[in-house]
C-alpha cells in the first residue's frame, strides 16, 4: 500500500480503505480483505470464483500457482477463500457478496453465503438475473458503488 499511498490522494486508515473485483478479482478482493483486514475496511466480490477447489481442471493456470490437485491438495484447501470464513470470527468487515442467477461461479457464491450466515457474520448477498459476462458485471458495479458509499460515509 505504500505504492499507492505515494502516489495518490488516500486515507490510510482501514476505515478509507476497500477492496473489490469481479470474476477471479472477485476471489483475490475477498482473500486480500479477510487476510489483511487490518488494512482494508470493506470487501465486494462481484461473480467471484470463492471456491478455487471446483476448478482443479486447471482453469485460468490455477494449477500452475497451487500445484497438481493430487499431490498439493492443502494448497486449494488453504487458498479458497470459502475456507477463510473462521478467520472472521470478531472482525467487522463490511462485506458484499453479488453473483448472477446463471453464473457458473453461482455454486461457489451460495456457498460462501451459507457459510457466512452459518458463522452469523453480518454480509449483503444477492443474486440476481444474469451470467458471467459485463452486462451482469456493468449492473454488479451500480450496487457496489451504493455499499462503498454508506461504509465510506458511516459514521
Avoid at 483475490?28 to 475496511?41: N, P, T, V
Wanted: hydrophobic share 35%; proline share 5%; aromatic share 14%.
Amino acid at each position: 500500500m505504500p505504492y499507492i499511498d505515494y502516489y495518490y490522494h488516500t486515507r490510510k486508515e482501514r476505515t478509507g480503505r476497500a477492496i473489490s473485483g469481479l470474476s477471479m478479482g472477485g476471489h483475490g478482493a475477498m482473500s486480500l480483505a479477510i487476510r489483511h483486514s487490518d488494512i482494508f475496511g470493506a470487501a465486494g466480490s462481484m461473480a467471484g470464483g470463492l471456491d478455487l477447489r471446483d476448478f482443479r481442471k486447471n482453469n485460468w493456470d490455477l494449477e500452475g500457482v497451487l500445484g497438481n490437485p493430487s499431490s498439493h491438495w492443502e494448497n486449494w484447501e488453504k487458498y479458497s477463500v470459502v475456507n477463510l470464513v473462521p478467520r472472521l470470527k470478531g472482525v467487522d468487515l463490511p462485506m458484499i457478496i453479488d453473483c448472477g442467477a446463471g453464473d457458473f461461479f453461482l455454486p461457489a457464491n451460495q456457498e460462501m453465503h451459507r457459510r457466512l450466515v452459518e458463522a452469523k457474520f453480518p454480509h449483503e448477498y444477492t443474486e440476481r438475473p444474469g451470467e458471467h459476462n459485463g452486462d451482469y458485471w456493468g449492473s454488479a458495479v451500480d450496487f457496489q458503488v451504493v455499499f462503498f458509499h454508506k461504509f465510506f460515509n458511516r459514521t
